[in-house]
Structure formats: C-alpha cells, structure tokens
C-alpha cells in the first residue's frame, strides 16, 4: 500500500452512509466559476433524486397504470395465459411491476440513508439493493458535500486558528477499534494537532476544513495538499478512533503529521505539556534499596495510570498507550520541550548506585531495580517502560501455569527453579508500584499486552549510536512479550537473520532453542525472502475479502487466519539487496510488517540512541515523530528475559543450560533431600542457629503443648491458641509463610527486601525484627508463652522458624514425600495416604504475596506427585473406583496437569466409563486453552484407545 500513489488511493475509497464530523475535500482554492460549477454539479444530483423518487411512479402510473390484475384470476384464465404467456400486455405490465419494485428499494434506500446520515450510524448493505443502495448514497452524497461546501464557501473559508491554550481532548475509556470509527455525533468543531518536526501545535478543526486550507497555512503553497495526505495516510488515531483512508475527511482529535519544512503561522501557540510536578531522583547508598515512599519516585495517577485496562506510560497529548485490546507502549512518551532540550534525566543516575539483597531466589544478587515514573531500571545498562515490564509480569503467569501443566509426576522430573533475576527484578519493581494492574497469580486469562510497534514509523527505520544494539535487543523482546492467548492477532513475530541474533544475543543464543513466534533465517536475503512471502499471503487474503486494511479484515472477518504484526531486525542490506529491502518494507506499512535496521537506512528514517535510549532523528524524515527514549537491555538480561518468554509461550524450559540463565532449586524444594524435622525431634545445641553471646541459652518448659501449630496450606493461620495476648500482625503473618518456605533460616536483608517493599533498608530491618516479635508471641499464645529461644529464632544475620517448637504443615508434607520415596508396600501407600489427606488447597491460600508463586508450585508439585503415585498404586491393585475418585479431587486442585488427566482415564477404563474418557478429554482441552495449549498426541490417541476397546466389548 505505501507503493500507491494519492490518486490510486483514491481510486480505493469504499462509499460509507455516515455523515462526517468533519468535512475537508482537499481541493486548491476555486475562483467564483468553480464554486459555480460545484453548485450545478449539487443541484445536477438532486435532481436526478427527485427524478428516481417522483418521475418513476409518475410515468408508470401515467403510461401503464396499475399492472396488477383488480382480481384473482380464474381457472380458465390461467388457462389461456398457459396456451399464450408471453403476450405484449403480459410483458408490459411485468415490467411495470419490476418498476414498481425498484421504485420501492430507492424509496428505502433514501430513507436508510437520510437516517444514517441524521444518526450518524453505519448502514447495513441489502442483499438485492446494493447497487441502488450505492448510488443512492452517492447523490445525497454529492447533493450534501457539494451544497454545503459551496455555501460555505459562499460565505467566506474559515480562517485557521490556533488555541491560546489547550483545548481539551476527548479521552475515550478505550481505544477504538474500528477501521474507520465516526467520532462523536453532533460535534461541528474540535482541535487536532499539528506536527512539525518534533513540536506540536493544535489546530481547531472546523466544518468545512480541507487539507489544502492546511498546506497553505503551514507550507506556504495550498497546492502540497498531497504531501500532507501522503505522510498520514493510513495512520491509526487511537485517542479518538479512526484511520485516514479517504483524505477528503478529517476529523477534530486527529494528530496530522506535516512535512519538516513546515512552519507554524503567527500566533500559533505550541502544546503545552501536562503541568505534572516531576519528583527529585533518588541517590541511595550501594546497598540500599531505592525508596518508593510518597517523596520518592512514584508513577503519576490518572490520566497516567488508571485501574481500567488501558494504562499510560506517561503524560503526554500524544503518549503511547498500553491497552487491553492494543499494545502497551514499549517507550515512554515524549517528556517536555525544557526536558528534551537538554535531555531527559535518566534513572541510571540513581539506579547504577543503588543495590539490594537477592529476592528469595539467592541469597547473593546482584542490584535490585529502581525505578521512576517512567519505566523500570533493570541493570545500570538495561531500562523498560512500564508496558513492556507489565507484558512480561504477565508472562510469568504462564509460566508456572505451563510448568502445572508439564510436571509428570516424577520428584526428580523437572526440579521447580526460581525465575531469571531480571524477571524477578521487573516483578518486585510493578510490586513496589500499587497503581499497576499487575495480573494476579492465580489469573487463567492474561491481560492482553502487546508492546506497541508504533513508536517506530512505519516501513524501514535505521537504528545507530551506543545503544542502537541494546535498542534492538529491547525490541526483539517486546515484540516477542507482545499479545496473550486468546489474542492471536496481537502476538507480534520477528523475522530476524542468524548472524544478527547471534551479534545481539552472544554465543548463549542456543539456549532458546526454537520458538514458533521467532524466524531464524541463514542470512538477509533469506530473511527478506521471508519477508515478501508473508506479504504476498496477506495481500492475498486480503484481495479475498475485497478489503485494503488488516483492522477491516479483522472487524468483518474475525475468523480469518490470525495476521500479526511482523518485525524484521537485520543489519542494514548490502547494496545489492537494498532496493529489495525498500520494497518489501514500503509494501509492509499497510500491512503491519515493519523493520529495524542496524544502521544508516538511506530510505527512510534513521535514528541515533544512546547507551540509555535516549534518541534523535539524524537523517530522513519520518511520518510519526520519533520516540524521546527506546527500551534498551544488555545481553544477559536480554537472554534471560527471553528464556522465560519463550517458556510462557510454548511450556518448554531451556534448550540448553548455560551460565548466563542459571537455574537455581526452589529452597523449599531443596530441603527435602535434608534430614527431616521428625527424624530428629530433639536437637542438640549445636544444632540450633548461632546465637549472640549476650542471648542465654534456656531450655524449653515441655508444659502444655509441645509444639505451635502453623498452618499454611490453605489460609495461613495458627491452631490452638490458649493464651491471651497480642494478635497477629498482617506483616507477621507473611513472615511465618516466609520463614516456613525457607526452612533453613533467611537473612534480614533478603526479608526486608521481599516483605517490606516500601521500606528504605533502614526501615525495613526495623519492621521485621518488630514483626519477628509479634509472630513469636502469638505462636507462644499457642504453646508455652515467653518461651526463650523459641519459635522464632534469631541467628547468623537472619531468622529461622525453629522446628523443635513449631509444627508447620508444609514441613510435614515434605517429610511425607522424602519418606515414601524411599517406603515399598503399605507403609508406602500408608504415607502417600497422608500426604492426599494433607493437601486440601494451595499453599497461603488467598494471599497474593509478589514472592510465593515459586514455593505455592512447589508445595502444589508436591500434593500433584502424592495423588499421582497413589492413583498408580491403586490401579495396580484394580481399585479403580478409589483412584478415579482420588484423581478427581486432584484434578480439582490442579487443573493444568496432564499427567492426572492420563490417571483418571485410565480410572475410567477400569470402571468402564467411555464417557468419562470423553469428559476428562474435553475437561482437559479447555484447561489448555488458557496456555494457547492442546493436549499432547499421546493424550489424544490413548483416549482414542481406552474408548475403542470399551465400544469393542
């Protein structure tokens, strides 16, 4: 499409029947004779309206008559036309009424169209009227336009004129996603935006606005009308709907880009930013975490962020925007002139200085993330905005859905691991952010965030400067995060060379293994190859349709094959690929195949970032303004952040594993290997955590109950408080899930840096000695109270829950699963018995702490694993009643394993339950469809088998 000249597009335009907002044909400036000419031309139309709507009926009553017979027919009637039918009043008076029909639908299609135009509502096509339809409204078209424009005319054009301030823009709760959305009804003016280079102005859009009224005023000559409509052709306007297919229509709200010689008129005045009180950095010491207390950093409310699916990197009248239905903005907008002027301060300032303890992945790692109204700093070298940190917060759900999904049962079959600290880091960074929607952790529907693609002007956009490699590493990830589920028409793909991913990625590219979404070619010309098959394929379906846009194709052909964006990212081509490259990519811009190349682009724009992503325009020129700052990453987040993307995507952990994505054992899962708690019930000293030498070591009292009971499968709680005294803190409660998923005690740190989000680390150490005290008094209130070393000890930097003196249901059903690994016959069943009986819910149930995602799936592997070898041990004894029950109930605690779909048929086998196969099958694709996941073949065909051989019996 971007190969198209402006009068070829005009050639496209499709009739519609609403009535526009704005009206502006883009003519030059007539003289009286042309006025005229269009006047007659008007009233040219009208009559031959007023022809089809009163000379029809008149002629036909007049010469023929009413053709109808004044009676029904008789049978000797009938007869006689039977011998001669086809006589010469028999024909008239069939046309009369083939006439008289046609009158009707002209009549109809009039009225349709006339109300159309008064509700400014879309008109439905009729099956047998189209043609009528159509010309219909092509004279009240020409009759409207043509009166109304010369009369306005008449009376003087309208001048231009620029707002002093601001006038304000319609925000609608959601982006339009329509192809081309009539705007408000009944609205006769409004502003629209004006771009000149990289400043804006608003321009008031009244009735009866053309582009050639525009070109004049900016660009001195009316007659460069064209070249406004080619820079904006095709452009989305998402604040207010609407797509610029017919340059005959502009609508107030509408941001038209103007070619960069333009220049405002006396009196414009520039768009004012939004007046937001920017807050100081924050400088912390090398291992302080940074604050997000009211005086710090924090992201601006409404309009910025607000609790509806669309969130707004940052302020601004032309601020990308993450939306449920669109994409969330992969860069910030542009900040004000006087920041841009002498450049945007980054976070890096504060961030390469600030540190943090490891989260509870490690207890050794690296800086945590600071942050700013803006986006995440990641490392000193890596920076995302917002959006693209919620796209891959939201990815992480998916990943502990598909390890559900994957684990077979098996202890030693895919041991749980932590995730990727940068991914960690973006997490707690939304976590320390209460106004982000982050998605829960139990969500089975993710928010549908697709990284915008737009920020980069359509076709081919060169990429140079310190950052441009880190840019692109950024890029290739947000395309990649782009999407959910259940929106196939948003998950982005790339298409990208093999030399340039190993340049951008390192050697450790191998660890990705395949990736449907990711298109490895051997070398450029390949990859452009690729490039020009997928347009030929849409320009195909798109032919089929009749349609010339993919937003059209997706709105009246929603069952259509999905058609997502495309990114090509290669290094510039060599010379003689070049006109290739510019071709194929001019093509793209109509149908959402874009490029980043590494590299001068001598057609079309090319830009300059730096190490921070910070960017200019250095040569060309470019329809959309040029983003103020680009994601960047470093390769090893970079990798790391794709290794988890990729297992969201396709439930497949790492092809290879490599020093850069470590794979660290989920320490809850880790301590099953160590002696259990019940095989040593009395510790000796030297046992215990180290103690400070002031800190008297006194015994237990053994009065009352030996041991407090903490429960925390299912809502976390204390059972059998006796004694009166203080409550359980929230904070303190946490605490104990804390301490009980990391039985082998944690540093202060490392909990201040989980628990305590919005705490400086001063702070932080303070609140958890204090909530180290509440929850060892009220676990006393359970046991003895004022017990000395007790409960919650304190040792080694750190704290630990003491297993001689609390009882934790987690540890137990650990102790049950280490201990039945190694059991046989019915002391093993007995065990396995328990271990069913243990695991009722997940663990915390009902909480949604940032770090519990890791130990819930542990402990929930561990309750998966105890159903399943149980359930085997009952087939084996043909108790097949007893295990389907029991994988019944585990299914319902599990929903995305397959492995205990698999039990449960064969469950059903032993009872003779075809059906059930067939509900468990059904059951199951459904859960999957959460994952964009099928059931695997085996799955498929051994349903297929256990029905067969019980149809066959």
């Not at 043609?131 to 336009?145: D, E, F, H, K, S």
């Not at 010309?525 to 347009?535: F, N, S, Y």
């Not at 019915?826 to 009986?837: F, K």
Request: proline share 10%.
């Amino acid at each position: 499409m971007g190969a198209l000249s402006a009068s070829a597009r005009r050639g496209l335009r499709r009739t519609t029947g609403r009535q526009p907002m704005t009206m502006g044909p883009k003519q030059r400036h007539r003289g009286p004779a042309a006025m005229l000419g269009q006047l007659m031309s008007g009233i040219g139309s009208l009559a031959g309206l007023l022809l089809l709507l009163v000379g029809l009926p008149l002629g036909l009553a007049r010469f023929i008559g009413w053709p109808l017979p004044q009676q029904w027919p008789t049978g000797e009637q009938w007869l006689d036309w039977g011998r001669q039918p086809l006589t010469t009043d028999f024909v008239v008076k069939a046309m009369a009424c083939a006439g008289w029909l046609i009158w009707a639908l002209i009549v109809a299609a009039v009225v349709a169209e006339i109300v159309a135009r008064v509700a400014r509502v879309d008109v439905p096509r009729l099956r047998l009227g189209k043609p009528l339809q159509a010309v219909v409204a092509g004279l009240i078209g020409a009759v409207v336009i043509s009166l109304t424009s010369a009369a306005a005319r008449a009376s003087g054009p309208p001048q231009a004129s620029v707002s002093a301030t601001v006038p304000p823009l319609a925000t609608p709760t959601a982006p339009l996603a329509v192809a081309s959305p009539a705007p408000a009804a009944g609205v006769a003016e409004g502003p629209a935006i004006i771009h000149v280079g990289s400043q804006k102005y608003v321009y008031v859009v009244k009735r009866g606005d053309y582009l050639s009224k525009i070109a004049k005023a900016w660009l001195g000559d009316a007659d460069r009308w064209p070249e406004i409509c080619d820079l904006n052709w095709h452009r989305h306007f998402p604040k207010v709907g609407g797509t610029l297919r017919d340059c005959d229509l502009i609508y107030p709200g509408w941001d038209l880009r103007l070619p960069a010689d333009a220049r405002p008129p006396h009196g414009a005045t520039p768009v004012k930013p939004p007046t937001t009180q920017t807050p100081p950095p924050v400088v912390t010491p090398p291992t302080a975490v940074p604050s997000t207390a009211p005086s710090g950093p924090a992201l601006a409310p409404s309009p910025s962020v607000t609790a509806s699916p669309s969130i707004t990197a940052s302020p601004g009248v032309d601020s990308p925007v993450v939306v449920a239905s669109g994409v969330p903005s992969t860069v910030p907008a542009s900040p004000s002139p006087s920041t841009s002027a002498s450049g945007s301060p980054t976070p890096s300032a504060s961030s390469s200085s600030s540190a943090s303890v490891s989260p509870a992945a490690s207890d050794t790692e690296s800086p945590d993330a600071s942050a700013d109204e803006h986006g995440v700093q990641v490392s000193p070298s890596s920076w995302l905005p917002w959006g693209l940190a919620l796209a891959i917060s939201a990815a992480v759900v998916l990943v502990w859905m598909q390890r559900r999904r994957r684990f077979s049962g098996q202890p030693d079959d895919d041991p749980p691991t932590m995730l990727p600290k940068p991914v960690v880091r973006v997490r707690r960074a939304i976590a320390r952010n209460p106004e982000l929607a982050r998605p829960a952790a139990t969500e089975a529907e993710q928010p549908a965030l697709v990284p915008d693609l737009a920020p980069l002007p359509p076709g081919g956009t060169g990429i140079t400067g310190d950052g441009a490699h880190a840019a692109a590493r950024a890029t290739l990830v947000a395309v990649l995060a782009s999407g959910g589920p259940h929106r196939p028409d948003t998950r982005g793909e790339v298409i990208i060379d093999a030399a340039t991913l190993a340049t951008l990625l390192g050697p450790d590219v191998v660890t990705l293994g395949t990736w449907p979404r990711l298109h490895v070619a051997d070398s450029v010309d390949d990859a452009l190859t690729v490039v020009e098959g997928w347009l030929l394929h849409r320009s195909r379906i798109l032919d089929e349709h009749a349609l010339t846009d993919l937003d059209e194709l997706r709105q009246q052909a929603p069952h259509e094959e999905a058609l997502p964006p495309v990114m090509l990212i290669t290094e510039t081509p060599p010379a003689g690929a070049r006109m290739r490259a510019k071709v194929a990519l001019g093509l793209g811009g109509g149908l959402q195949v874009t490029g980043l190349l590494l590299g001068e682009w001598a057609h079309g724009p090319t830009i300059e970032a730096a190490a921070d992503g910070h960017t200019k325009l250095v040569a060309g020129q470019s329809a959309d303004p040029i983003p103020a700052r680009l994601p960047v990453l470093d390769p090893a987040a970079a990798i790391q952040i794709l290794t988890t993307l990729r297992e969201a995507q396709t439930g497949e952990p790492p092809a290879i594993v490599s020093p850069t994505v470590p794979l660290t054992v989920v320490p809850l899962h880790a301590s099953r290997t160590t002696v259990a708690a019940d095989d040593e019930p009395q510790r000796s000293s030297e046992a215990r955590p180290h103690l400070p030498a002031d800190v008297p070591a006194a015994p237990v009292t053994t009065a009352g109950p030996v041991k407090a009971k903490l429960r925390l499968i299912g809502p976390p709680r204390i059972d059998g408080i006796v004694h009166d005294g203080r409550a359980l803190r929230a904070k303190a409660k946490e605490l104990a899930v804390f301490l009980a998923v990391h039985p082998d005690g944690v540093e202060t740190r490392t909990i201040g840096d989980n628990l305590e989000l919005d705490a400086r680390i001063s702070q932080a150490a303070q609140r958890v000695h204090t909530n180290a005290s509440n929850l060892r008094h009220v676990l006393g209130r359970a046991a003895v109270p004022d017990a000395q070393n007790a409960y919650v000890v304190k040792g080694g930097g750190g704290y630990k829950l003491d297993p001689a003196t609390v009882d934790v249901d987690v540890w137990a059903l650990r102790d049950l699963m280490r201990k039945a690994a190694i059991a046989s016959g019915p002391a093993r069943r007995e065990l396995l018995t328990a271990a069913c009986a243990l695991y009722t819910a997940p663990l915390a149930e009902g909480e949604d702490y940032e770090w519990l995602a890791p130990h819930r799936e542990t402990v929930r592997r561990w309750g998966t694993e105890a159903h399943v070898l149980l359930a085997d041990d009952l087939l084996a004894d043909h108790h097949s009643q007893e295990a389907s029950d029991l994988l019944d109930k585990a299914i319902g605690l599990d929903r995305y394993n397959e492995a205990l779909y698999v039990r449960a048929m064969h469950a059903r086998h032993g009872l003779g339950d075809a059906d059930g196969i067939r509900t468990l099958l059904r059951a199951l694709t459904k859960a999957l469809a959460d994952l964009d996941a099928e059931p695997q073949d085996d799955t498929r065909t051994l349903a297929a088998k256990l029905r067969t051989s019980l149809e066959q019996r």
